[in-house]
């Protein structure tokens, strides 16, 4: 899914997923039209497209979750999400997972730090579990905290 900014475009996507037996939904992966300057050439960082790419990895995390929270809202739960957008740490599958995610990509991270980040990131994961004294990710999904 792309990143929406109105009510009514998570409603109507999210109603076309409801309706069509769609199987999960992944949210966000990148905004688009990004521009990312060399500040030593004067140039983009990225060739192709015109130097004009998707902004991901930790700059979207926060708005990533909001979206997968909101379509965990209108789904309710019924159709699996895949959050998508700069997981670095546990903390961060952990609040993943608070929104309504059942699983997380991390793409950024690994193409930064290699394979050795699924381990660290599992690590971390379940230490911060621990000290939450919190026994399995699938249990604590917001329920409605809304104030």
């Given amino acids: 899914m792309t990143f929406y900014t109105d009510n009514c475009h998570f409603h109507y996507v999210d109603d ?73 740490r546990g903390v961060d599958v952990y609040n993943y997972f608070l929104c309504g995610a059942s699983a997380v990509q991390i793409g950024s991270a690994f193409s930064v730090q290699g394979i050795s980040i699924f381990d660290k990131i599992k690590a971390d994961l379940e230490d911060y579990m621990r000290v939450k004294s919190v026994d399995s990710l699938k249990k604590n999904y917001w329920q409605t905290k809304d104030s």
């Fill in 16 to 88: 076309i997923v409801l309706n069509y037996g769609v199987d999960f939904v992944t949210a966000i992966n990148s905004l688009p039209y990004s521009v990312v300057v060399n500040t030593d050439s004067d140039e983009s960082f990225i060739h192709p497209n015109s130097g004009v790419g998707g902004l991901g990895g930790p700059a979207i995390l926060n708005l990533a979750q909001g979206q997968v929270y909101k379509h965990y809202q209108n789904l309710q739960g019924e159709v699996p999400i895949i959050g998508v957008g700069g997981v670095t």
